[in-house]
């Protein structure tokens, strides 16, 4: 067998799913080390503006900087993070580093830059969620530094309660972004009825836009749609040129995506694209 010539002993379903549950519990500890070691980081993807090709803001994401297997993308641990709640603290964490960067930035470069933060369903259920959220935000509610990037699922999940975190977070000048937008059930018409600011394509619809006429009849569709409604459009994994043209030609607002710049730690973030005089 595929097992025997590598020289891996077969395994029965209890030992396998023994195996996986010790995994799970080594990830976990893993992570409750990695806060108070403070192993996470922030990266910062750059937004651009679609016409004047403008630095317009930055997106924090969240990066986890193992001591063994270094640089670890969030789609990996997010979801034990979500499980064992730990996002709660990790999500507070992110939000007062990203809030920090973003004042530094805005006062030593750019005065108008932006900085979103992603937050999980598993944070948005936290009853002080937005209590936490006004201790951090209040004391700049002048500034307005921070954004927030939803996915319609989340919000889909309680509508009651999205409304009300929605106008809780304008409230604190937070600009509120529909991410993955399109991989959802929802639509933009009742989407429309909550109080948002921004969509974002979800990257899927632009990896398929130079190649599907439907993709690029939906994505069409969708940026009309969504300027009907006064909501800005940014797009996500914007990977060729091709698709940032054909972007502009659609009047599609915003750009981010490896094409236009990758995500970058701070300091890197500061140098390549703040430092210019
Ligand atoms: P997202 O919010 O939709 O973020 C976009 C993801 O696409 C990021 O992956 C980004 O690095 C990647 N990306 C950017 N440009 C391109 C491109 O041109 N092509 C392709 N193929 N991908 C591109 P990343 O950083 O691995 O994050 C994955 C997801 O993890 C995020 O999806 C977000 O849902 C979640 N996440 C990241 N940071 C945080 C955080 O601080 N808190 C929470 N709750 N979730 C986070
Ligand atoms: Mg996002
Ligand atoms: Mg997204
Ligand atoms: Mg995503």
């Not at 077969?10 to 976990?28: K, V, W, Y």
């Not at 932006?114 to 598993?122: E, L, Y």
């Not at 969509?199 to 006429?213: C, E, M, N, V």
Request: charged share 25%; glycine share 6%.
């Amino acid at each position: 067998t595929e097992a025997g010539k590598r020289g891996v002993r077969t395994h029965t379903f209890g030992e396998h799913l023994r195996g996986l549950s010790a995994q799970r519990l080594e990830l976990e500890s893993d992570l409750r080390r990695a806060l108070e070691q403070n192993e996470f980081e922030l990266h910062y993807q750059p937004k651009f503006n679609t016409l004047s090709r403008r630095l317009v803001g930055a997106e924090a994401l969240l990066r986890w900087r193992h001591p063994r297997t270094g640089l670890v993308s969030p789609d990996s641990f997010i979801p034990a993070l979500e499980e064992t709640g730990l996002i709660v603290p990790v999500g507070r964490w992110v939000m007062k580093q990203a809030l920090e960067t973003a004042l530094r930035w805005r006062r030593d470069h750019h005065p108008t830059l932006r900085i979103a933060v992603n937050v999980s369903a598993r944070e948005l259920r936290q009853t002080d969620f937005l209590a936490n959220c006004r201790t951090l935000l209040e004391p700049h509610l002048a500034d307005q530094p921070i954004d927030v990037e939803l996915t319609e699922s989340q919000l889909m999940e309680n509508v009651e309660h999205s409304m009300h975190l929605l106008e809780g977070l304008r409230d604190l000048g937070c600009r509120v972004a529909i991410d993955d937008f399109g991989t959802g059930y929802s639509s933009l018409n009742y989407l429309a009825r909550l109080p948002v600011d921004d969509i974002k394509i979800d990257k899927s619809f632009i990896a398929l836009l130079t190649q599907s006429p439907e993709t690029m009849g939906l994505v069409t569709n969708i940026i009309t749609l969504a300027h009907s409604l006064s909501l800005s459009v940014v797009a996500e994994g914007v990977e060729e040129e091709e698709q940032a043209k054909l972007l502009r030609l659609l009047r599609c607002d915003t750009l981010q995506g490896y094409l236009v710049g990758m995500p970058l730690n701070a300091e890197a973030f500061e140098a390549q694209l703040l430092s210019v005089a």
